[in-house]
């Protein structure tokens, strides 16, 4: 793992923006692994500034999202598919076809999963994946206990993380108690992985994924037997690593 600290918010995202811009220019059909949530949203800022500058062209990207809410229409303003139009593919020129994110009105759970494992094969695997991490340690919406083993499937979100997500919706009644994510197999069969994180709150579940004893209890520490990781912290969220 390559662990990078830097002093705040701002500069976590200008270094993740960059390593995606690279990683664009070096392959310009990359596959790129996305994520939501509070965490990456200035570095799609950064991606919008960098392309409005003509310095990083999407047109040949593709994309696939880490998760969306189950039973969650793609129109309502708390699906993931609409905060990723709202903050990043609505202000880029990424070809609308090559966007996925997993359908959360989908009737048929396990043809959608398993279609969503195939687009991902056939576009030739995830060649950069960014991901978040939770305060009980999941990376995209696999929660404590995963299991390792797992592609796209439908999780139950933990009551952690509904709490935590309930800061987006009127009332936590309102949160979706189950969601689509990517598998850890899904994540950890990426060539490269961004994992950012940033303030007090994440410096537990930091340590626990970094530091910590590989585990099923702390999703993110599988991370520790991938080749190609590269965190970002901003000195906060690096406040609790032994390094
Ligand atoms: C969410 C998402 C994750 C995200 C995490 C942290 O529930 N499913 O992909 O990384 O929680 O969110 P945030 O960046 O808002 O702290």
Redesign the pocket.
Known sequence: MRIIIVNNYEEMSKKAAMMIASQVMLKPDSVLGL???????GMYKELIQLYSKNEVDFKEVTTFN??EYYGINRKNPQS?YEYMMANLFNSININRKNIHVPDGMSQDVNAICSDYEEKIKKAGGIDMQV?????NG????NEPDVNFEARTHLVN?DEQ?IE??SRFFDSIGDVPVK?L?MGIKTIMNSKKIIL??N?I??AESIARAINGKISPKVPASILQLHNDVTVILDSEAASGLQI
């Open positions: 994520a939501t949530g509070d965490t990456p949203l880490l998760d993931y991901l978040g991490i939770g305060g999941h990376i995209g919406f979100l993380t935590a997500n969601a994510s950012l994180a303030g709150s994440k």
